[in-house]
């Protein structure tokens, strides 16, 4: 095998697919690159088993072949190489020594190994697609990827739950706590079962995807595609069945509020500094028009208060505790002038919208116990 590169272009796909070398596996052929050539083309693969990442970018091309490649050792060589003289960079692998040439005196060689030896990536020929925008893909995933869980007994609830029917693609998130929620309008989108999408794998196909791209999204029963055509990011699904969200929503509410969502942020801002350490409880009294805003560290021995004008629409004074923590996130990702809390009880679910229109999106938060403010 042997090619020239361009220096940018190299680094660029060597840091795409170093996302998906695990950092410690005793399986030694999981610590490199897969590195393969075809014409001009040369594609640039990394996988830890679950999560694989290819990279496709174009060379000028000499001899076809494949080497397996130390991926650390090839990165850390590529990316030392900050001198603004030296724009190309040529392979030359023969009997797995690979030897790296960047000028006239500078070279460097590393000894590789079969490429047959290195996994292949599953295939999924005869999977359901969707085509989607990578900027509607990550309106998506911003407004869910926050309420995954990291519970590792609970696997289901550590990925992103993605359906799509009804000319609707939505995806959902929670932790138990914390609920996201996101839809986008296309018409004919279908697929047969929604699928659980690691947390990982959708933070990389976003990482790498351009804003104007349109991203192919793949799915069989086991795995999902991600493919901007010139990087594919490949993953295992979590197996299902995703946990019956739309039980836990309510639909009617005893009251709600109203508030500028900007200054609501701040009031927050201005009392959780007094929370607990560990909970970041707030506690939230509704008055009339008034909600004050309250934090109390038994521990330490600290409060502070706060209040802000709102519209409120229930009967009588209300109190009700959220981590703070949580509530001040949910707000930050509202983007809109105006935010609204739908609310029945002290310990039932509160909904959280943004004011507006064709929005698409919404929050659940589960309240804390307020037994010990």
Known sequence: MKFTIQKNVLQDALQAAISAVPNKSTIQILNNFSLRLEGNFLEVSATDLDLGIRVKVEVQGERDGAVVINARKLFDQVKSLVDPSITNITFDAQDYLVKIQWSERGKASIIGFDANDFPPFPEIENGETLNIAASELAFLAEKTLFATSTDSTRLSLNGVFLEAKDGKISMVATDGHRLGRAAIDQEGAELSNGVIIPHKALQYILHMAKGDSTVEVRTSATHILFNTGSIQVISKLYEGPYPSYRSVIPTQFERTAQANTTEFQNK?????????????????????NILELSATDPDVGGDSREALAITHNGEGSFCIGFNGQFL?????????????MKMNNPLGACIIEPVGENMNFSFLLMPTHLTDN
């Open 328 to 340: 001040a996130e949910i707000l930050g990702m509202c983007k809109s002038e105006e935010v609204i």
């Open 268 to 288: 927050i801002r201005s009392v959780i500094s007094m929370a607990n350490a560990r909970t970041r409880k707030i506690r939230l009294q509704f008055d009339g």
